[in-house]
């Protein structure tokens, strides 16, 4: 069965600092990769998604990027954090030609 | 643009009673709609899903309404438990190789018992 991983699952960084988080699918080849973000009490913002390796595509300009260096493997990074960038961040995939998501169980970041 | 609208922001129903929520879309590209439970501090799960071929899903106490010609669709929870008080978010979709999920603003269900 698949699975999906997500770390660090909680995360506190001064503002200014660098950031990386790690999502990492077991069971499927060739997923869509997501990262979502969710204010506290709120929706959920689509980020970045990739249909492949090296293939990034950024939904909302802002202080983060996305990296896919394997099939299976997405990193949401930033090299200067904002108070802003504070959130719960969730990695989720797809498999190809299938309707349904699938979550982590996400990372929350608080910038102090 | 908000492509999903979901309502109410809130809902407190009794243990026993019916959990009704509703979305409503503007985008007839739209094929599969599904909702996603989400518990304090974990991520959404995936609850139920229904494409618009069909009016109605169930799934234990769980099912879907569709209404195609009004672009609105429902999740009602009979005979809500304690256990269900979560926040429920719905999405849709529309089909090809990337399927962009576009999300309502969830509704936060609190079951008293």
């Known amino acids: 069965s698949q699975t999906i991983h997500q770390w660090p699952a909680t995360l506190v960084q001064p503002v200014g600092s660098p950031l990386s988080l790690e999502c990492t699918v077991e069971g499927t080849s060739n997923p869509n990769l997501y990262w979502y973000r969710q204010a506290a009490g709120r929706g959920l913002q689509l980020l970045f998604y990739s249909v492949g390796i090296g293939q990034i595509s950024s939904e909302v300009p802002q202080n983060l990027s996305a990296s896919r260096p394997q099939d299976r493997q997405f990193i949401l990074s930033s090299k200067k954090l904002l108070l802003s960038d504070s959130g719960f961040y969730l990695c989720?995939?797809?498999?190809?030609?299938?309707?349904?998501?699938?979550f982590g169980e996400g990372s929350r970041l608080t910038v102090l | 643009q908000q492509q999903v609208k979901q309502s109410p922001q809130s809902l407190i129903v009794q243990k026993g009673g019916i959990s009704i929520i509703n979305c409503a879309y503007e985008n007839t590209a739209f094929d599969y709609f599904p909702w996603y439970q989400q518990f304090p501090g974990k991520g959404p799960a995936l609850l139920i899903a229904i494409r618009p071929d069909v009016s109605e899903k169930k799934e234990g106490r769980f099912t879907i309404s569709f209404n195609k010609s009004a672009k609105q669709f429902s999740l009602h929870i009979m005979d809500s438990q304690p256990g269900d008080s979560a926040t429920y978010f719905c999405a849709a979709s529309s089909g090809g190789n990337f399927n962009k999920f576009y999300f309502g603003s969830g509704t936060k269900l609190n079951v008293k018992p």
């Open positions: 989720a995939w797809r498999s190809y030609g299938n309707g349904e998501l699938f």
